[in-house]
């Protein structure tokens, strides 16, 4: 499956779970993000390490036009390094060349602290 078509089945899974896509990094019961297909880069090098750069005052009122891969907040955001270091820490960002296990340590230790099992092994990391 291309990675438009996988995003497009996780956005349908979202709707049919209850999503409502309402403000950008508002509050919402559910959210399924594409973080990477394995060393692809899209739509070009050009345009991922723009958005990766974009200052955070910026990434809250823009939004890309097109998918964009990897997903380019994935090494700023302890609730989704923490636990893809649980699966994939020796995956390798294709333009930065850090591991997971790499970009996770070097997220302050409060972010990390922030995201905790809750109960057995079998259930997800998740944000508080």
């Keep these: 499956?291309?990675?438009?078509?996988?995003?497009?089945?996780?956005?349908?899974?979202?709707?049919?779970?209850?999503?409502?896509?309402?403000?950008?990094?508002?509050?919402?019961?559910?959210?399924?993000?594409?973080?990477?297909?394995?060393?692809?880069?899209?739509?070009?090098?050009?345009?991922?390490?723009?958005?990766?750069?974009?200052?955070?005052?910026?990434?809250?009122?823009e939004a890309p036009d097109r998918l964009i891969l990897p997903h380019p907040r994935l090494q700023d955001r302890a609730f989704v390094l923490v636990p893809l270091a649980h699966v994939a820490p020796r995956w390798r960002h294709p333009l930065t060349g850090r591991t997971v296990a790499a970009m996770a340590a070097a997220l302050p230790a409060s972010a990390r602290a922030e995201v905790r099992r809750l109960g057995s092994a079998r259930n997800p990391l998740v944000k508080r």
Excluded: K
């Design 1 to 61: 499956m291309s990675p438009a078509a996988m995003l497009r089945r996780l956005h349908d899974l979202e709707a049919r779970l209850g999503r409502v896509r309402g403000r950008r990094w508002g509050e919402r019961n559910l959210d399924l993000d594409l973080l990477a297909c394995g060393q692809l880069v899209r739509p070009d090098d050009v345009t991922q390490t723009f958005w990766r750069h974009l200052p955070p005052a910026r990434q809250q009122r």
